[in-house]
């Protein structure tokens, strides 16, 4: 396992100290009303549809508006840009629409966008990067300039959830002239920020939308400029901060994290998310690791990790282990039934040689808090087990996956904020791209839950699929990961479960 060493704990002291004695560059950024943010991944395209990265999901949050809005403390509905709606029948939602917005170039929101934007979304051919999202779209229709008829393919109780998450709505003019390479290179929404520069891969600088309008959910934005830069190397994050040449990061490592709780520039804020922590084990009937095929082989994967001294020791405050592949906050998430695989190093050395494998080696593929995977890494190598990494981005990761060259996983997932099962669990198993089980059996239990009308239905259904999953030790569930932010002492912000930052709240002290 790696933690931060004394020397550098020195260094980082000695930095802080510096950064104490001239806190001119934040204080330049405070009087300017800006606030300078790094994350560690670049999206492939801004365009909310187009990638499934947190910082698109942020970015989107904050440059786009959706029909509806969750409120993230009380979980209620709220209208956004859907004044109202009503549930017809089983399948068909009406929404009387907002009038007065406007988009950030200035085009005016009516029925048009959402027909445009949910009907393009919709159609396979679109190749909507995270299909579930939307695949329960069947058509909208417009009914007059400010009304909307919603129709699904089948009963999805979880419409409104999504609809109040990673669907966002686009200008249709626009998106329909520029489609998704415009809408990446020019983004268009109609939320509290606009996107007033990007440079792909490097940064995104966000500006206050002045005529965001007043009714909506989201608050009109106090902070006037957010500086977003893509820094994929923790350290460099980490001496931005410590410098003055910083504002906000996250996802820290706790190790870090704790110990510059003691910089008397700075705030560390955590708290946990709905991001789950798993390892995905390559089964299919070409899987470059044939080992992983044998059932004793992946159980021994799970027996061979110690989650409770990772999460009590790496992982940090707000992490639980988890027994299934889900959050346990999720409609139809239980771990009821399911099989524990308690760490018990002689029992995967056991079951490896019941298995008569003998010298393995696997390749393990990931792309974030890599100290997490190379504690993996440790716990396979002292049961025998060697292993390559392959540190990629994300989509060079979901790329090796969805063409069957992955054998070994270490990833996350955050369910783009949706407290449904069915943004969950059916991305790895109901036989989508990332699927390298294809367990029919389970396949069709999630998509009875997912299109059920009944809860108990839905929440049976859940239950079992996750029981079989667990069962065949299809993957190693882990442990949800807590987000730990380092932000400069004077901005005031909030840290919410579903792992969004939302701009628009924070203000300077």
């Not at 956004?80 to 629409?97: H, P, R």
């Not at 419409?159 to 709505?169: R, T």
């Not at 708290?271 to 089964?283: A, Y």
Request: with cysteine; glycine share 6%; charged share 25%.
């Amino acid at each position: 396992m790696r933690f931060v060493t004394k020397a550098i704990a020195l260094a980082l002291a000695s930095t802080a100290l510096a950064a104490a004695g001239s806190a001119t560059p934040a204080f330049a950024q405070k009087t300017a009303n800006t606030v300078r943010f790094a994350y560690d991944q670049a999206p492939e395209n801004v365009d909310p549809f187009f990638n499934n990265v947190r910082i698109g999901v942020i970015i989107g949050a904050n440059v786009w508006d959706t029909l509806v809005y969750r409120d993230p403390v009380t979980n209620e509905y709220k209208g956004q840009l859907a004044k109202s709606w009503k549930q017809i029948d089983d399948k068909t939602i009406e929404f009387e629409l907002r009038e007065g917005v406007k988009f950030h170039n200035g085009e005016e929101f009516d029925a048009d966008d959402v027909v445009y934007t949910l009907n393009f979304v919709a159609k396979p051919e679109s190749k909507v990067v995270t299909q579930g999202n939307v695949n329960w779209i069947e058509k909208a229709e417009k009914l007059d300039k400010y009304k909307v008829r919603l129709t699904t393919k089948e009963i999805f109780p979880a419409a409104i959830e999504y609809l109040a998450g990673p669907v966002v709505i686009h200008p249709n003019e626009y998106y329909e002239k520029v489609g998704p390479k415009g809408q990446n290179e020019k983004p268009v929404g109609s939320g509290p920020y606009k996107v007033t520069n990007y440079v792909p891969g490097k940064s995104i600088t966000l500006e206050t939308n002045k005529d965001y309008f007043k009714d909506s959910p989201k608050t009109q934005a106090k902070v006037g400029k957010i500086d977003i830069r893509f820094i994929p190397d923790r350290q460099t994050q980490m001496a931005e901060m410590l410098s003055g040449g910083g504002d906000l990061i996250m996802h820290v490592p706790k190790d870090q994290a704790d110990q510059l709780k003691t910089v008397p520039t700075l705030q560390v804020v955590s708290g946990e998310t709905m991001r789950i922590v798993f390892m995905q084990m390559n089964i299919l009937e070409n899987t470059p690791s044939p080992a992983l095929k044998d059932e004793r082989v992946r159980k021994a994967i799970i027996h061979a990790i110690d989650r409770e001294a990772m999460v009590k020791n790496i992982v940090g405050d707000g992490s639980r282990v988890i027994n299934t592949i889900c959050f346990p906050s999720q409609f139809g998430c239980t771990d009821e039934g399911a099989p524990r695989y308690p760490y018990d190093p002689a029992k995967a050395k056991a079951l490896l040689a019941e298995a008569g494998v003998k010298d393995l080696t696997l390749d393990i593929v990931a792309y974030r808090e890599r100290n997490q995977t190379e504690a993996l890494i440790g716990y396979l190598q002292a049961v025998g087990i060697k292993t390559n990494l392959r540190f990629l981005q994300y989509a060079a990761m979901r790329e090796l996956i969805a063409t069957n060259k992955a054998m070994l996983t270490h990833q996350t997932w955050g369910s783009f904020s949706v407290n449904d099962v069915s943004a969950n669990t059916p991305n790895y198993f109901a036989f989508r791209s990332e699927d390298i089980t294809r367990d029919p059996q389970v396949r069709d239990l999630l998509n009875k839950g997912n299109n059920s009308v009944a809860p108990e239905v839905r929440k049976g259904a859940y239950k079992e699929a996750l029981k079989i999953i667990a069962d065949k030790a299809y993957a190693a569930p882990l442990y949800s990961l807590p987000v730990y932010y380092v932000a400069n002492k004077d901005l005031t912000f909030k840290a919410y479960p579903d792992e969004l930052v939302r701009f628009w709240e924070m203000s300077w002290k």
